[in-house]
């Protein structure tokens, strides 16, 4: 029998968040079964009403309107709908906080380096948003943002989402032809961008409100000039569950829309209860906006937790990038396959040269890495130390296959199937394989993050042949097995 190359502490365990929400589902439902993650997976499939109503519970989602309704349609993939009698505002769950503890600490267009309390925080998206109302931004405008992972990024987000936009971005490291391929087929009327990339932005979107971050045009609205506006009270415009509020391209070229209630309650599950990220975490990760690593972490606002942003030049393999988590007491770092294999491939080693005291969770968001690479991580880092693989194709936004702080990990499989999700591997014909044989990945049943459909693709044609040609499931276009620890393994 093979052995787990980590295992969870009896003190890691009761301090989980996921231990706190299976003792509270205990307390709710009376099912005193309800111990172990493998119950808890199969009350999540089982009931999901109950189950996701009790996840925006724990969770604490902000929200006016009635619960009577939680999943309707529930036999239509696609087509149910989650929380019909909801609405709510995406941007005011993620500025729930209003403290002096550090909300974002990293690279700014406008100063080089910035660090914002949660108060401070709040008091730039009001400004900005109050002068984006003025300039005549309205709910369901399109808004784009071609930026690096700095400060203004986040900021020009929460605002514009505040203000109830569908927001989009393309990496700041992009060239023209993909900052126009990204931009066309969303048609935004406002983009967000720095100096450096804003004739391509002007070049591609002509139309456009272009709003500069440094030194602007005539033809812009410079960033500063925004953020002079006398403060405001912030007000939300609150929407409906499945409101659209990202557009996300793909490298094929398609992009999906993801709605506002799908992507909080989906994010807050797999932040909360599968990365087990608190209040004091420190979180640090090198994504641009446009890339799915940084949507999923600019939600661990909502958890409180505080944000690092690396910049572009972050390279997990050089020892300087590792002087971060041990200036900023990073808790967690989150990393895509790609830089953990830079890092492995290195020659870093960081156990033998930095403290890495508070750093007690890398997560691996994106693929499966291989079990070689895991060992490595564990070699040059540290022994007390979860690595959580997030990875399995749900939509670009959210996951199949997840980590979980209850389960040791194995270094060639993810630790569990994530909760709420119903999934197994089919074969040919659609049916579920049992554990051990290999097939496609795919999930059986609605869950609140799947994507409301493609952008231009007026009657679901292409979204149901991409996603739904295997019977009445989600396939995610991966192949894999289910293990005997009730893992996944993928293999592409």
């Known amino acids: ?57 724990f969770c604490g989602i902000r ?12 036999d239509r993939l696609p087509g149910a709908r989650w929380f019909p009698g909801i609405r709510l505002n995406f941007a005011q769950n993620l500025l729930r906080f209003r403290d002096e503890r550090c909300a974002l600490s990293g690279p700014s267009l ?8 949660y108060a401070e925080l709040q008091q730039q998206v009001a400004r900005l948003a109050a002068a984006l109302r003025e300039q005549g931004l309205k709910p369901g405008d399109h808004v784009s943002a071609v930026l690096p992972n700095c400060c203004e990024a986040v900021i020009a987000l929460l605002a514009a989402v505040a203000l109830g936009a569908t927001w989009s971005a ?37 139309q456009a409100r272009r709003i500069v971050i440094g030194a602007a045009s005539a033809q812009a609205i410079a960033w500063n000039t925004l953020l002079a506006h006398e403060p405001a009270p912030l007000s939300y415009e609150l929407a409906g569950f499945d409101h659209p509020l990202y557009a996300l391209h793909h490298d094929d070229g ?11 309650i989906q994010h807050l599950k797999e932040l909360v209860l599968h990365a087990d990220l608190k209040r004091e ?3 640090l990760f090198a994504a641009d906006p446009g890339q799915p690593l940084w949507y999923w972490l600019v939600s661990a606002l909502a958890v409180g937790s505080t944000l690092v942003l690396a910049g572009a030049n972050f390279d997990p393999a050089q020892d300087a990038s590792w002087d971060r988590v041990d200036e900023h007491a990073v808790s967690v770092i989150a990393l895509t396959p790609a830089q953990i294999e830079a890092f492995c491939d290195g020659a870093a080693n960081p156990r033998e040269t930095h403290k890495l005291l508070s750093l007690k969770t890398v997560l691996a968001v994106g693929g499966q890495l291989d079990a070689g690479r895991v060992a490595q991580v564990y070699a040059r880092l540290k022994d007390r130390l979860m690595l959580s693989t997030f990875c399995g194709h749900a939509g670009g936004l959210s996951f199949l296959a997840l980590g979980c702080p209850l389960l040791p990990v194995y270094a060639d ?7 709420g999700m119903k999934i197994e591997i089919l074969d040919e014909t659609g049916q579920p394989l049992h554990h051990e044989q290999r097939g496609a990945l795919a999930c059986l049943a609605p869950f609140p993050a799947l994507p409301l459909g493609l952008l ?20 995610s276009g991966e192949r894999g097995t289910l293990t005997e620890h009730e893992g996944v393994q993928l293999q592409g």
Request: net charge negative; hydrophobic share 40%; with cysteine.
């Open 63 to 74: 929200a006016s309107g009635t619960f009577h309704e939680v999943l309707v349609d529930a």
């Open 170 to 206: 393309c990496a700041g490291t992009a060239d023209a032809a993909h900052i126009a391929a990204a931009l066309g087929g969303f048609a935004p009327q406002w983009i967000f961008t720095g100096a450096a990339h804003e004739a391509a932005v002007a070049a591609a979107q002509p």
């Open 110 to 117: 406008n100063s080089g380096t910035l660090e914002l309390s």
């Open 413 to 419: 499989e993810v630790q569990c199937r994530g909760l």
């Open 1 to 57: 029998m093979k052995k787990p190359i980590w295992e969870p502490s009896p003190e890691r365990i009761e301090r989980a968040n996921i231990n706190r929400f299976v003792r509270y589902v205990r307390e709710q439902t009376g099912n005193e079964d309800l111990r172990r993650y493998a119950p808890l997976y199969d009350f999540s499939i089982r009931h999901p009403e109950r189950f996701w109503s009790l996840v925006w519970e």
């Open 254 to 264: 398609s992009t999906s829309l993801h709605s506002a209630g799908g992507t909080l």
């Open 281 to 283: 975490d420190r979180v």
């Open 456 to 475: 231009g693709d007026t009657d679901g044609s292409l979204f149901q042949q991409r996603y739904f040609a295997r019977r009445n499931a989600w396939c």
